[in-house]
C-alpha cells in the first residue's frame, strides 16, 4: 500500500483547511475589498431597512445591496487613503452624525420603553375638551393699571361705546377690531380671565377690573353658543404625537435637570 510521505500529508491538510477557513470567511462576509471584510450582518441590516421602508426582499435587491454596500467601501478607502478622516471639518460632521444616530436611538428606546396606551391618549382628550362644550364672543379692554381700568368702566357708565375706548388697549390685534377676541372656548383663556367671563351674562360687562399676568382687563360677553367638539377617533393620531413630544420634552428636562453642567 503507497503512504503519502509525512510532509505531503501536512500540506494537504493546510490546503483543506485553508479552504475550510477561506469558506467560513465567505460565510461571514458578502465581500472583501482589498483585504478588508464586508460583514454579512451590515448587509442584513441594510436589507431589513430597506423592508421597512416599503422594499420587497429579492434577490436582485439583496444584489444591489451588496453592490451599494462594496461601491461605499472602496469610496470610503480612498478617502482614508487621501487622509480626509483627520481633516477638522470631516471630524466635526463625523461626530455629530454620530450624535445624532445616538439621539435618535435614545428617543427609539425610551418610546418603546414607555409605550403610550389608549388610556394614557383618552386621558389628554378629556383634558383638552373639558369645559369646550360652549365658545365665547368676548370683547376686552387691556391696560396698565387698575386705575386706568376702572377709568373706562366709569365711561362705559357714561355711555362711552365699548369698541371705541377698546382703541387704547395694549392688547394690539384685538384693539384694532374694538376689542373683538372671536369665537373661543373658556380654556383659551388664563384662568382669571376666564372665570369672569363664563360668570358673565350674554351682552353683560365685568363690573369691576379683572386682573393677570398681562394687566388689567375689562371684559364683555357678546354671545354663547354650543361648541362642537371633534370625536375621538377623530383626533386621536394628533393627540398621540403631541402627547410623545411632551414627554420626551419632559424626559430630555429630567435629564438635563440631573446632569452636572459648569
Not at 361705546?161 to 383659551?188: C, H, I, M, N, Y
Amino acid at each position: 500500500m503507497n503512504r503519502l510521505p509525512r510532509p505531503a500529508l501536512f500540506h494537504l491538510f493546510l490546503s483543506g483547511l485553508g479552504l475550510m477557513l477561506t469558506a467560513s470567511v465567505f460565510a461571514q462576509n458578502i465581500a472583501v475589498v482589498n483585504g478588508r471584510p464586508i460583514p454579512k450582518e451590515r448587509a442584513d441590516l441594510f436589507l431589513k431597512e430597506l423592508e421597512r421602508q416599503g422594499q420587497q426582499p429579492t434577490p436582485d435587491l439583496a444584489t444591489l445591496v451588496r453592490q451599494e454596500l462594496v461601491d461605499r467601501e472602496i469610496l470610503v478607502q480612498e478617502a482614508e487613503r487621501r487622509g480626509l478622516p483627520a481633516k477638522v471639518d470631516t471630524k466635526f460632521q463625523i461626530e455629530s452624525a454620530r450624535q445624532q444616530i445616538l439621539i435618535q436611538a435614545l428617543v427609539q428606546d425610551e418610546v418603546a420603553r414607555h409605550p403610550l396606551s389608549e388610556s394614557d391618549v383618552r386621558k389628554e382628550y378629556d383634558r383638552l375638551t373639558a369645559g369646550q362644550n360652549k365658545e365665547y364672543r368676548a370683547r376686552h379692554i387691556l391696560v396698565e393699571t387698575e386705575d386706568e381700568a376702572k377709568a373706562i368702566l366709569g365711561k362705559l357708565a357714561k355711555g362711552e361705546k365699548f369698541e371705541a375706548l377698546a382703541k387704547q388697549s395694549k392688547d394690539p390685534g384685538s384693539a384694532a377690531r374694538g376689542g373683538d377676541l372671536e369665537w373661543a372656548s373658556a380654556t383659551s383663556y388664563v384662568k382669571p380671565f376666564a372665570d369672569a367671563l363664563v360668570g358673565l351674562s350674554k351682552g353683560a360687562t365685568t363690573s369691576a377690573p379683572v386682573r393677570t399676568q398681562f394687566g388689567w382687563h375689562v371684559i364683555r360677553l357678546d354671545d354663547v353658543r354650543e361648541a362642537t367638539v371633534p370625536a375621538f377617533d377623530e383626533v386621536k393620531g394628533q393627540l398621540s404625537e403631541s402627547l410623545q413630544r411632551r414627554r420626551l420634552s419632559e424626559f430630555q428636562q429630567t435629564l438635563k435637570a440631573r446632569a452636572k453642567i459648569k
